[in-house]
Structures are given as C-alpha cells and as structure tokens.
C-alpha cells in the first residue's frame, strides 16, 4: 500500500486541481473573505460541532487545498453544515480569489520551517506515520504536500486535525463525515488513540499556518 499510494495521490490531486484552474485574484478574495473572518479571524475560536475543536487556521494554507477543500464541502463530499452551506454560495471564481488570499495572507508573520521536523516523533509515534505514509504525501516537514491541493499539516490546531481524521474514518453520514477514498482507507489502519497521538504530534510542529485577527469594520 505504501508503495503505490503516492501515485494514487498524485493522480487524485490532478482530479482535485482540475476544477480549480480560474484565474486568481487576492485582492478580490480580500473582499470576499468577510464571511470566513467571524470564525477563522479570530484567535482561539472553537467550533462545537461535531464536538468542541479550535476552528483550522487557514492562512498561510495553499491556495489551491482551499478550493479543493471549499468543493469538497460544496459538492457534500464533507458534511460540516456550516461549511456547506457557506461554500455552496460561491462560485469557481469566488474560490479561487478566496484561496489566493487565504495563501499570502499573513505572510509576514512566517518564518521559514525546516526540510524536516525540528521536533522528532516518539517511536511509537514515527511507527504509526510511516504506516500511514503521511510524509509521502504532506512531505517530510509535513509543511510542503507534493500536490497543491493536499493540506498543509504542520501546526494545525491538533484538536482540528483530530477531529478532521476522525470525519474520515466516519465517512458518508448525513451531517458529519468526510467522503474521500484515499483518506477513508488510511484512517482505517487506526485506532482513535493512534489518530489522536498522531494529530498531536503534527500540531505540535513548527509551520506555516496563523490565524490572523481580522476586523469585520473594513
């Protein structure tokens, strides 16, 4: 499994990014981001469903992860209720502006990471990422996916990325859930104590991504 799965990805990230070539415009997203900035604006705000987690900080993300994330939500191949309704407004054009944004967004605040982690895994921690090839496909740093549209992991709010592994081991269910074949079948491989210790070590990493205060007055 391994062995094949980069290939898998690849050719999924191809699928992903082939709805997502619209021109981007930052400054466009910039005016478009009014309704993201009341969760992902704001330090420390938490989302209750499907239970309590720290909403994922989204700038410094790459752009075209952001559409493909916003798609996924759009077409209910992710089921978060908020998120789906909020992304089945925009269009192509919407998305990419809001990716492009979301990418540089912040960018001052970001210090260069490592080619690999400045902390090391536990073994028992290392074991469980090298079954689940994590590195193959988010890289080495976990900072730098091979494709676009795979996520930054490196620093995301743990309670986030726990909560995110867990809609994909839940799979298609009308209000929660992730539907996604490749993410689907590696979660299986875990325990939610393997995903949670996972998902603990990758938040504790140095990375790219920030919540940056936004004020609604703009």
């Known amino acids: 499994?391994?062995?094949?799965?980069p290939l898998l990805l690849a050719a999924a990230g191809a699928l992903l990014g082939a709805?997502?070539?619209?021109?981007?415009d930052a400054a466009a997203g910039e005016?478009?981001?009014?309704?993201?900035?009341?969760?992902?604006?704001i330090k420390g705000y938490q989302s209750s469903f499907p239970q309590v987690h720290k909403v994922p900080m989204i700038?410094?993300?790459?752009?075209?992860?952001?559409?493909?994330?916003l798609n996924a939500y759009k077409k209910g191949e992710r089921r978060h209720p908020s998120m789906r309704g909020i992304a089945g407004s925009l269009t192509e054009q919407d998305m990419a502006d809001l990716g492009a944004y979301y990418e540089q967004h912040g960018a001052s605040m970001i210090k260069a990471v490592a080619e690999t982690p400045a902390v090391a895994p536990s073994p028992a921690v290392a074991?469980?990422?090298?079954?689940?090839?994590?590195?193959?496909?988010?890289?080495?740093?976990f900072s730098k996916p091979i494709d676009g549209s795979y996520p930054k992991l490196a620093g995301q709010h743990a309670d986030y990325l726990f909560v995110a592994?867990?809609?994909?081991?839940?799979?298609?269910?009308?209000?929660i859930g992730r539907s996604n074949a490749i993410m689907g079948a590696q979660v299986q491989q875990f325990s939610r104590a393997e995903l949670k210790a996972m998902?603990?070590?990758?938040?504790?990493?140095?990375?790219e991504l920030?919540?940056?205060?936004?004020?609604?007055f703009r």
């Open 59 to 69: 700038s410094g993300q790459g752009s075209k992860y952001i559409v493909a994330a």
């Open 31 to 41: 005016k478009k981001a009014a309704m993201c900035i009341g969760c992902h604006g």
């Open 127 to 141: 074991e469980l990422l090298t079954k689940g090839a994590c590195a193959s496909c988010h890289g080495a740093n």
């Open 19 to 24: 709805g997502s070539a619209q021109a981007q």
């Open 199 to 207: 998902a603990d070590y990758l938040g504790s990493l140095p990375g």
């Open 165 to 175: 592994l867990k809609s994909y081991a839940i799979g298609a269910q009308p209000q």
């Open 1 to 5: 499994m391994s062995k094949i799965l």
């Open 210 to 216: 920030r919540t940056v205060p936004q004020s609604k």
